[in-house]
């Protein structure tokens, strides 16, 4: 007897900080005391204003389906929320609902291109980009992210990378795993590249646009044109500390939300009712919880920049958004994979190697600030320490 999976299982990728998590975990039940830097979740509870909405839902009957795009009071909130702040006019037919905005990016790769054809996606970058790109087919083409250019894409590459058959542009900004973010310049250069095709849809992930340190977030859809040619991503896991109430959205040409609509149907039925009616209080509501988030973060992001820096063998650029740090380790002499089993196994330390998130990270670790300063304070002198002893 043989139970092989399909063939299509072969070519799914995955996120290795979920491994790295299960193994920290293995080694805290050996009794050591792990400093855990490689999960990529705000720290914080969810606010309460959101926890007491979903409760109070849940108790006047938001326990059954919901139309499969979404309550309609949510797109319509969310409509307002995105027409605000990216100076667009979004109607809630054009907003899709989902558990988590991870299905936006599975759902628009399998409802828009076609295997053979390309998509551009950033390296390194979020895994599930070209995971998906490679289960369903096409060619991933990679855009590399520059150290040099404060881990911006350099516009000119996506220009003369495009094809016939490139179908989708996929961009994240401010970026998981670097930091980085795109500049209205670079998204203008982008926009201008693409303005002659009529066929390529740029998929806008923009779920940590609240979480920015320096300017404002700006996306590729508020420029003229490009709202038609724009998958906008978005959701409450990394703004309102929601990650396990899988709460996130796209935002959509109105024929395309159909077809993302069938594929939710065909999936989830739909996202869960009462994390629904949260989701409105979370937009409506006060803000201060999230902006205060975002001002701790910021603190932070100073005490792991400057300390990464003062050890030997590592050298860091300071993020503008996101809660993530990218240093180089190139003069450690070590893999990124090496390092991190190193750091891990003898340090008590869990980041990532910078190779999760694509072969352009090599020579990188991925750690999160979405931790106290306490801890990211012990990490630094634990990691100090190893490195000074190699
Ligand atoms: C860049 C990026 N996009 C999308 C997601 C998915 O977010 P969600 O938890 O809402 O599915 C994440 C989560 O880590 C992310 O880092």
């Keep these: 007897?043989?139970?092989?999976?399909?063939?299509?299982?072969?070519?799914?990728?995955?996120?290795?900080?979920?491994?790295?998590?299960?193994?920290?975990?293995?080694?805290?039940?050996?009794?050591?005391?792990?400093?855990?830097?490689?999960?990529?979740?705000?720290?914080?509870?969810?606010?309460?204003n959101i926890k007491d909405a979903a409760v109070k839902a849940m108790h006047s009957g938001y326990t059954h389906y919901t139309p499969a795009a979404g309550i309609p009071e949510l797109r319509e909130a969310i409509a307002d929320y995105v027409s605000k702040t990216r100076k667009i006019d979004v109607v809630p037919d054009e907003v899709v609902v989902t558990p988590g905005a991870?299905?936006?990016?599975?759902?628009?790769?399998?409802?828009?291109?076609?295997?053979?054809?390309?998509?551009?996606y950033v390296n390194p970058g979020f895994p599930i980009y070209e995971s998906v790109i490679n289960f369903i087919g096409a060619k991933a083409i990679p855009i590399p992210l520059l150290e040099e250019r404060d881990f911006r894409l350099d516009p000119n590459f996506v220009r003369d990378h495009l094809a016939r058959k490139t179908k989708m542009i996929i961009l994240?900004?401010?970026?998981?795993?670097?930091?980085?973010?795109?500049?209205?310049?670079?998204?203008?250069?982008?926009?201008?590249?693409?303005?002659?095709?009529?066929?390529?849809?740029?998929?806008?992930?923009?779920?940590?646009?609240?979480?920015?340190?320096?300017?404002?977030?700006?996306?590729?859809?508020?420029?003229?044109?490009?709202?038609?040619?724009?998958?906008?991503?978005?959701?409450?896991?990394?703004?309102?500390?929601?990650?396990?109430?899988?709460?996130?959205?796209?935002?959509?040409?109105?024929?395309?939300?159909?077809?993302?609509?069938?594929?939710?149907?065909?999936?989830?039925?739909?996202?869960?009712?009462?994390?629904?009616?949260?989701?409105?209080?979370?937009?409506?509501?006060?803000?201060?919880?999230?902006?205060?988030?975002?001002?701790?973060?910021?603190?932070?992001?100073?005490?792991?920049?400057?300390?990464?820096?003062?050890?030997?063998?590592?050298?860091?650029?300071k993020p503008h958004g996101a809660f993530y740090v990218f240093p180089n380790i190139n003069r450690t002499g070590m893999k990124g994979r090496e390092l991190q089993e190193l750091l891990l196994n003898k340090a008590g330390v869990a980041t990532l190697s910078g190779t999760s998130f694509g072969k352009l990270g090599e020579g990188y670790l991925r750690l999160s600030f979405a931790n106290s300063v306490e801890n990211i304070k012990k990490a630094l002198s634990r990691i100090s320490e190893m490195l000074e002893n190699q």
């Design 102 to 120: 991870k299905p936006i990016i599975f759902f628009s790769i399998l409802a828009y291109v076609n295997p053979g054809e390309e998509v551009m």
């Design 172 to 317: 994240n900004s401010p970026e998981n795993p670097t930091g980085g973010v795109l500049t209205k310049d670079d998204l203008k250069a982008i926009a201008d590249s693409i303005a002659n095709r009529s066929d390529v849809l740029v998929l806008a992930d923009e779920i940590y646009s609240r979480i920015i340190y320096e300017g404002k977030h700006e996306s590729i859809a508020s420029l003229s044109g490009m709202k038609e040619k724009t998958i906008i991503l978005d959701g409450y896991s990394k703004t309102y500390a929601m990650t396990g109430w899988r709460l996130g959205y796209g935002v959509m040409r109105k024929d395309f939300a159909p077809k993302i609509t069938q594929l939710m149907i065909n999936c989830n039925s739909c996202t869960s009712a009462f994390t629904q009616v949260a989701g409105i209080e979370a937009l409506k509501g006060p803000q201060d919880a999230a902006e205060k988030m975002v001002a701790e973060f910021k603190k932070r992001r100073e005490v792991i920049v400057s300390g990464l820096n003062s050890i030997k063998g590592l050298s860091c650029k």
């Design 1 to 48: 007897m043989s139970f092989a999976c399909a063939k299509r299982m072969d070519v799914l990728g995955t996120e290795t900080a979920f491994e790295v998590l299960a193994k920290a975990k293995a080694l805290e039940r050996q009794g050591k005391e792990i400093v855990h830097l490689e999960i990529g979740e705000p720290d914080f509870d969810t606010p309460k």
